[in-house]
């Protein structure tokens, strides 16, 4: 098996042509055909020059940022690109109603201004193969006593392989659904300032209704810097002082402002977050059955009672605006992926693929009997599947809910004999994320959201599913269970008479708690209804399906390399947050009957979209003025005269490429990805070689913005513009 899995990573045999954009690559283990179908296709950088831990390599360029999305380094002093959408919830947190940079945007004039943030960064140091270490441990184990052990033989190579001194984490992640394992040696740096963002108008143009589509012409972008020790050391956490001075890169992106031709070269590099390309039928049945459509139910609902809140106050705009963007975004993809899975019948694709491996899998003990199994692995869960979703996007959709739940484990210590400092620590803890709960409640809309979720639950959920008395007492006590005013009277009461909401009562429990209280208060109670009847009952139904998932689906993969090792030599692993390098082309593509859309989109269609004072598609008037005077400045594109906003590109991305660098053959950045298209939105579970496009802003359009738009020449002067 082994040998299998090292003759399929270190070999890499060419793909074929129609399939070469697919594949998210570990850079680490690029094969000399892949290489030199990179190279053939205009790569011009050496394999040295792509991955070394010798020696500074573009590797050292590309980072984690924030926990979960990509940025890149673009200076010699330390300076990151990234996306709007990645720098956000930064951006409003730095921001007030005086200062309000997430509406007006904001560039430092120098480094005195930049403002400090909560983020951290990762750089990538290393990636080592340890998976005869972790397969050595895992002889002759299955099921779930396999994976508790995975998980201890992972977090012991974890420690042994970090530095807390020096900020050093490992993360080792699992290849090929577990039949391979590397670790990923991370630094992680936490003086991280905020440079500069623009207007939300810009970095947000089109919001909702563009999200996932194409064309499109959205400023998605943000800048932030490194700051270091004076020695050149990362900060630690709180480290973030005046002394602290900008890093000394070891390696960045130059910026080409040169112009794109419909099949230039085009690489990504980043932490693609999370594929499962060789899900089985089982599971494409389940997402697009029931996973799919509940969490696009639930979060329809949650986004409706926010955007009501919102539209009518930029304070509590402001207030709600990071928690509603990541809502909303994957409300449409997941939708989109839906409607994809059905139209390409990727489930019948799957299990047509099945029976192939079903007949080959015939008198050989470890696989005759793996479809069947895992079949009735599903078949078993499936019942409690909706239930879960419901737990987790409904009840648990409501942020004063989601706040009550995490007061379980105070609830425990209360009811034990636990030691009166380990109460006040407790305590001490839940208030501070209490205080932190509040500054981003919004009162109106989580009521309203609350009143929903409870209904939909009492809807849609078998009733022996439901927490035992509670719509009972409902019913009882607010009235009918098919009215809504029954849920909106109930959901009134919670928030009028809970201490969560109520410094007063908080702080009275806070000086003398008990478990009586706890147990009593309203938003307690119906957290912890619906919460210990989950867990009492089904909680483990879904550790004993995911255990058995998890080893089917090991086993199937391993499978499938041995029935077809050509096919083996093809495979890549799939995304698991980890860096990744994709390549192809920037492309047009036809989506439907006489339909073609352009690689790129320019300030023409940005005119033509823009809307004054609309929610979604205003813009600065200052921006206006500029894009009909056409003052693009160098940044024009020669062949269109005009400015180039979005491109499109054929590379294999996913959640986490937020903010990855587009580069050139020559290595330069060339734009940053942030979207993909709806035609595509299968992509987590399939992808598709024809339709698949990655949507990217121009970096010609990011320097206009900072330069034309912001003024903030200072910025550009810090960069190496390629011309």
């Known amino acids: 098996m082994r040998k299998i899995i090292l003759t399929l990573i270190l070999s890499l045999t060419l793909v074929a042509k129609s399939m070469a954009d697919e594949g998210m690559w570990l850079p680490l283990l690029l094969g000399q055909q892949v290489y030199n179908d990179m190279v053939k296709k205009g790569l011009k950088l050496t394999k040295d020059q ?41 951006i409003a947190s730095a921001s007030t109603m005086e200062h309000n940079y997430l509406r007006d945007g904001f560039y430092a004039s120098n480094k005195g201004e930049e403002i400090k943030t909560n983020l951290s960064v990762q750089f990538l140091l290393r990636i ?134 419909d099949g230039d070269f085009s690489m990504i590099w980043g932490y693609p977050g999370s594929t499962n390309r060789y899900e089985s039928s089982y599971g494409i049945k389940l997402a697009t059955d029931i996973n799919n459509p509940s969490l696009v139910k639930l979060r329809d609902a949650r986004l409706k009672y926010m955007f009501d809140e919102m539209k009518k106050d930029p304070a509590i705009k402001l207030q709600l605006a990071s928690s509603y963007a990541s809502i909303a975004n994957y409300w449409k993809f997941y939708d989109g992926e839906t409607k994809q899975l059905l139209k390409y019948d990727i489930y019948g694709q799957k299990k047509a693929f099945e029976d192939k491996f079903n007949n080959w899998a015939k008198g050989k ?84 959201i609350l009143a929903a979720v409870t209904h939909l639950f009492y809807t849609d959920i078998e009733k022996d599913q439901q927490p035992v008395g509670f719509y009972g007492n409902l019913k009882q006590t607010y009235g009918a269970l098919d009215d809504d005013a029954t849920y909106k009277k109930y959901a009134a009461d919670i928030f009028s008479k809970t201490m969560i909401l109520d410094d007063a009562k908080w702080n009275a429990f806070a000086a003398k708690p008990d478990a009586g209280t706890l147990q009593n208060d309203p938003a307690f109670y119906y957290a912890s209804s619906f919460m210990k009847s989950y867990t009492s009952k089904y909680a483990s139904l879904f550790q004993q399906f995911n255990a058995k998932n998890s080893e089917y689906g090991r086993l199937y993969l391993k499978g499938i390399m041995e029935m077809d090792p050509a096919k083996a030599q093809k495979m890549y692993p799939d995304a698991t947050f980890t860096m990744r390098v994709s390549y192809g082309n920037v492309k047009s593509y036809e989506p439907r009957d006489a339909v073609k859309y352009d690689y790129v989109t320019t300030s023409k269609g940005v005119l033509e979209k823009y809307i004054p004072g609309d929610y979604e598609f205003d813009l600065p008037a200052k921006q206006i003025e500029l894009l009909k005077a056409k003052d693009f400045g160098q940044y024009i594109d020669p062949v269109r005269k005009d400015l180039v906003i979005n491109f499109i590109t054929t590379n294999d991305i996913t959640g986490g490429n937020s903010g990855s660098p587009v580069i050139n053959g020559k290595g330069e950045l060339i734009g940053l990805a942030f979207d993909g298209n709806y035609e595509a939105l299968s992509h987590k579970l399939a992808f598709d070689k024809n339709l698949n496009r990655t949507i990217c802003v121009d970096i010609r359009y990011v320097l206009w913005c900072i330069d034309k738009l912001g003024g903030a020449t200072n910025i550009i002067k810090e960069l190496k513009l390629m011309k």
């Not at 397969?135 to 052990?149: C, I, M, W, Y």
């Not at 499109?216 to 810097?225: A, L, N, Q, V």
């Not at 895992?374 to 409501?398: C, F, Q, V």
């Not at 007061?407 to 380990?422: C, F, G, I, V, Y």
Request: charge should be neutral; glycine fraction near 8%.
């Open 50 to 90: 792509l991955y070394n831990i010798n020696k500074a390599s573009l590797k050292d360029a590309i980072i984690i940022f924030g926990g979960g999305c990509t940025g890149e380094i673009v200076s010699a002093q330390g300076m990151i690109f990234t996306n709007h959408h990645c720098g956000y919830s930064a």
């Open 128 to 261: 080592d193969d340890v998976t005869k270490e972790v397969n050595d441990s895992l002889q002759g184990l299955t099921g779930a006593e396999r994976v508790k052990k995975q998980a201890s033989v992972i977090a012991s190579i974890s420690k042994r392989m970090g530095d807390d001194s020096k900020n050093i984490e490992t993360v080792v992640s699992p290849l090929f659904k577990g039949n391979q394992f590397f670790a990923f040696v991370y630094q992680r740096y936490f003086d991280i300032r905020l440079v500069g963002a623009p207007p939300e108008s810009v970095g947000k143009f089109g919001g909702d209704t563009d999200n996932w589509e194409w064309p499109r012409h959205t400023g998605d972008f943000s800048i932030f810097r490194v700051y270091t020790k004076p020695d050149g050391s990362p900060a630690k956490r709180g480290e973030s002082t005046d002394a602290n001075i900008p890093m000394k890169a070891k390696w960045y992106l130059p910026v080409s402002i040169k112009p794109l031709k």
């Open 365 to 448: 003990p470890e696989f005759e009997n793996l479809l069947s199994d895992w079949a009735k692995a599903y078949s078993d869960w499936k019942p409690y599947a909706k239930l879960r979703m419901y737990m987790n996007e409904g009840i648990n959709g409501s942020p004063l809910i989601a706040f009550a739940s995490s007061l379980s484990r105070l609830e425990d210590l209360l009811m034990k004999n636990t030691p009166q400092a380990d109460i006040q620590k407790a305590i001490d803890a839940a208030s501070a994320q209490r205080k932190a709960f509040l500054e981003g409640e919004n009162i109106v809309s989580d009521r309203n």
